[in-house]
């Protein structure tokens, strides 16, 4: 009898306590917290943890001499400093957080706790963890904590739940009576069941008008209809029993904790890390959660949103460089301009005859080039290289001089034409009148100064190349005869391959059509840029190509940037080099540059990243002895706060 009291007391105890527990959520007295993570690590955030070790280091000052970087406390009996060791202890928990972005990402980390006091076997919390960014909120993974009790019950109810759906029929042919059937044709109806083993296939108006009855008939009437009625109304009842029987229907999808717990002997703690991508203009992210309390069927209590996180973003790309970057041109001091002239020689002769053919039109446009140059206010004309060419026909020996001699006359008439036309030029200034007291006075105008310009004449030969050219661009030609045409080349002399060319059909063709086009003359003048001293000029036109790949940088699209910054190699570049964790390649453009605050500072980060604290250290502390800005950029990032922290940089810092 003790017994049966016992055992019929326990579930009311159960039940009180159950009460009590819920009264104290309801009264807020016992509710979830959300906290930074404890195993944030702790360079990365100011919420509750345990501070690193302290060391020793020695480091090199900006005038040259050694500095001891340490915790110290001042010795009354010596009256030096000593060094000496704090004890690591969780000292501040805070609402807020500095997270650091790293190519274009963060980590959210946070953990909500649970009290031992609002954990049940008969209950089911659910938390909506929901993140605020940008006047924008998203909806988190969910965690739940699932009772052991409520999970044999959500489990039971699943179970009955499922053998009501095994009383239902899925298969429609299982009413039907086919034994009694059978018969039925078998004794009525001879005819058609012969069809039974017969494998043709008759349609069901063919069966009726052959036998006064449809298949569909027979079937109808030995369905057994009260069972067929029965399973239609276990369908119908789906809905309802699940309703009846699974109290608590699970969540589907977002979840990222679902977990059962036996007891509440302990406070439950989940940490919890959201990895988020970083757009334009984030600053800072928000954490708050809101749940329910579940007893197996009802709800008990709702969550109230907790009191937010705050998540401060801090990112590399506050390091860029906003200064406009104009386009850079290279003007090289020489430049040159060249024309090709068809000047025609009277056979074998090498004077120029300006009646001949279009020689005077030719001329003119040499002159008319001449002109333009000599009196060009930015460029100054050097020299004036003539190559004279000949056609294939005759000793090529015989051409060679001849188009040597033909470039000299050629050289020889325009520099005669330049020094007439310096005098025209003179002539057209006119004369000054100078006032000097009374006495008026008429000076000759000076005309343009240029240095006496050098003809270079050089003989060009045979013009084999060019008539190459021609053959191989002609319509009229077959490829036959170009094939022919381009095998005289391996003939062993020019001569020798005149002479192959002249007895094939097609050589009157060539001779007629190409062989006056290659008597030209070449014309190559050569310019110096007048007063030029530098050769890349900075123009007034804003680099947008720089300004898009800086762009980038703030918009987090570093490799984007790096496509558009790395021909520029400056400190942008690195600061996208770093953002994207590729130190060497950032270090390789830092190390050459003038040490400003910044460049300092991104030392010190790269040193860091390659663990050499000493030159991080010292790197760091000059960019902040530069521009104090940087004392409070150092708690932003993560390499920069665990040296801070590891070396007691502070009171160094607050000193400077």
């Known amino acids: 009898m003790p017994l049966l009291v016992l055992s019929v007391m326990a579930p009311v105890f159960s039940s009180c306590a159950r009460q009590n527990k819920i009264s104290l959520v309801r009264s807020g007295k016992v509710s979830p917290a959300l906290d930074l993570s404890a195993k944030v690590p702790p360079d990365t955030s100011v919420g509750s943890r345990a501070l690193p070790e302290r060391d020793t280091l020695k480091v090199t000052g900006p005038d040259g001499r050694e500095v001891y970087v340490m915790n110290a406390v001042l010795d009354e009996d010596s009256g030096e400093m000593v060094a000496t060791e704090r004890l690591a202890a ?82 429609s042919t299982e009413f039907i009576d086919y034994r009694d059937l059978e018969i039925f044709m078998e004794r009525n109806l001879p005819g058609v069941y012969a069809f039974r083993n017969d494998s043709s296939y008759v349609t069901d108006w063919e069966f009726r008008s052959g036998f006064g009855v449809g298949a569909m008939d027979a079937v109808e009437h030995y369905t057994r209809k009260m069972a067929l009625r029965r399973n239609e109304r276990l369908k119908s009842r789906k809905g309802k029993m699940y309703s009846r029987y699974v109290k608590s229907p699970p969540v589907i999808g977002g979840i990222r904790l679902d977990t059962v717990i036996a007891s509440g002997c302990g406070d439950f703690v989940y940490d919890y890390v959201q990895t988020l991508r970083v757009r334009p203009g984030m600053r800072k992210a928000d954490i708050s959660f809101s749940g329910e309390v579940l007893e197996y069927g009802r709800k008990l209590h709702d969550v109230p949103e907790t009191e937010p996180l705050t998540f401060y973003i801090s990112s590399l790309s506050a390091l860029v460089d906003p200064v406009e970057k104009y386009v850079k041109r290279v003007i090289t001091r020489n430049a040159s301009v060249t024309e090709h002239r068809r000047i025609a020689f009277a056979l074998g002769s090498s004077e120029i005859d300006s009646d001949i053919e279009d020689n005077a039109l030719e001329i003119a446009g040499v002159e008319s080039t001449l002109r333009k140059l000599v009196t060009d206010p930015l460029y100054e004309l050097d020299s004036v290289t003539v190559v004279s060419f000949a056609s294939p026909e005759g000793d090529a020996g015989y051409n060679a001089r001849l188009s040597r001699s033909r470039a000299e006359s050629v050289s020889r008439y325009f520099n005669s034409f330049l020094s007439d036309l310096r005098d025209s030029l003179e002539a057209e200034k006119g004369i000054e009148l100078a006032i000097s007291g009374e006495m008026l006075s008429a000076v000759a105008s000076k005309g343009p100064a240029w240095q006496d310009i050098v003809f270079v004449p050089r003989a060009g030969g045979e013009n084999w190349d060019s008539l190459d050219a021609m053959v191989c661009s002609d319509t009229l030609l077959t490829q036959e005869q170009k094939s022919v045409y381009f095998d005289s080349s391996s003939e062993s002399s020019a001569d020798a391959r005149e002479s192959f060319l002249r007895r094939q059909d097609f050589y009157p063709v060539i001779r007629e059509r190409y062989y006056p086009e290659l008597r030209e003359v070449r014309l190559d003048f050569a310019l110096s840029r007048k ?97 104090r800005a940087f004392v409070n950029r150092g708690n932003l990032d993560p390499e920069i706060s665990t040296l801070i922290r590891k070396y007691s940089l502070e009171k160094i810092l607050y000193e400077m």
């Not at 959210?108 to 008969?122: E, G, H, K, Q």
């Not at 007063?531 to 984007?560: A, E, F, N």
């Not at 190699?569 to 910044?598: C, H, Q, W």
């Not at 040193?607 to 002895?625: I, K, M, P, T």
Request: proline content about 2%.
């Open 531 to 627: 007063g030029m001293i530098r050769d890349t000029v900075t123009t007034t036109q804003l680099d947008t190509v720089y300004m898009r790949g800086v762009q980038c940088i703030r918009d987090y699209d570093y490799d984007t940037a790096l496509s558009l910054l790395a021909p520029y190699a400056d400190l942008n570049t690195a600061v996208a080099y770093l953002a994207l964790d590729r130190n060497r390649s950032a270090f390789g453009i830092l190390s050459g540059m003038e040490k400003t605050p910044a460049v300092n500072y991104m030392l010190a980060l790269v040193y860091s990243r390659f663990g050499e604290d000493g030159n991080a250290v010292e790197h760091y502390l000059q960019a902040c002895r530069q521009d």
């Open 90 to 171: 969780a000292v501040v928990t805070a609402r807020f957080s500095n997270v650091a972005e790293r190519g274009g990402t963060v980590d959210l980390r946070f953990s909500i706790t649970v009290p031992a006091a609002m954990i049940d076997s008969y209950w089911q919390l659910r938390f909506h963890p929901e993140m605020h960014v940008l006047g924008d909120s998203a909806r988190l993974d969910d965690i739940i904590i699932t009772g052991s009790r409520y999970r044999e019950r959500e489990l039971r109810g699943y179970e009955q739940y499922r053998r009501f759906l095994s009383r239902i029929v899925t298969d």
